[in-house]
T-cell receptor, first 118, second 112 residues
Framework: GAVVSQHPSWVICKSGTSVKIECRSL??????MFWYRQFPKQSLMLMAT?????????EQGVEKDKFLINHASLTLSTLTVTSAHPEDSSFYIC??????????????FGPGTRLTVL | GENVEQHPSTLSVQEGDSAVIKCTYS??????FPWYKQELGKRPQLIID?????GEKKDQRIAVTLNKTAKHFSLHITETQPEDSAVYFC???????????FGKGTMLLVSP
């Protein structure tokens, strides 16, 4: 149980184009999903918290107009990197949180999307 | 907000030795402390977690200890194997709907 998928697993795009990444919880409903960015040899940096049916909450320093997040259903959240530039190249990972159980904050991670912007 | 410090950043051990990774946190309200293992290019995998109502938890070769007074928690891996080589992240969060704050990671290398 608690499986999270992500698509695509990797993408190469030209500078200036937009890229959409999907995150799905396959066997549970996730009212909350998270988007992280991970640069090589670094930790996971939270970009935003995505709540179903409401606007995402972005972390300080993350441009909401550049990283568009849509959490349209209880099993799907999307991240769109708009007008991508080479500095946006990174490993993007989503996670999903099952309904809060035992009052603790478990998260299950997707396999990640490797974005390379040329 | 929460701040999690993790040490060491790299750790090299011989197969069969034990490995210990330590983390400290700043928010005394934190009560959930998971540990993740991440292999290169793959997703973080939860390997063990501990909640504030216990001081120690063990799962085969892996154990985690928590000292709430000192605000630190540690991951212990015994009888290390080459397949334990990976980056390990600690994290902390408060209960309910809060976010996870991650440490910077420890690259563990187990040599045969």
């Amino acid at each position: 149980g608690a499986v999270v998928s992500q698509h695509p697993s990797w993408v190469i795009c030209k500078s200036g184009t937009s890229v959409k990444i999907e995150c799905r919880s396959l066997d549970f409903q996730a009212t909350t999903m998270f988007w992280y960015r991970q640069f090589p040899k670094q930790s996971l940096m939270l970009m935003a918290t995505s709540n179903e049916g409401s606007k995402a909450t972005y972390e300080q320093g993350v441009e909401k107009d550049k990283f568009l997040i849509n959490h349209a259903s209880l099993t799907l959240s999307t991240l769109t990197v708009t007008s991508a530039h080479p500095e946006d190249s990174s490993f993007y990972i989503c996670s999903a949180r099952p309904p809060v159980r035992d009052f603790y904050n478990e998260q299950f991670f997707g396999p990640g999307t490797r974005l390379t912007v040329l | 907000g929460e701040n999690v410090e993790q040490h060491p950043s790299t750790l090299s051990v011989q197969e069969g030795d034990s490995a210990v990774i330590k983390c400290t946190y700043s928010d005394s309200a934190s009560n959930y402390f998971p540990w993740y293992k991440q292999e290169l290019g793959k997703r973080p995998q939860l390997i063990i977690d501990i909640r504030s109502n216990v001081g120690e938890k063990k799962d085969q070769r892996i154990a985690v200890t928590l000292n709430k007074t000192a605000k630190h928690f540690s991951l212990h891996i015994t009888e290390t194997q080459p397949e334990d080589s990976a980056v390990y992240f600690c994290a902390a969060s408060t209960s309910g709907y809060s976010t996870l704050t991650f440490g910077k990671g420890t690259m563990l290398l187990v040599s045969p």
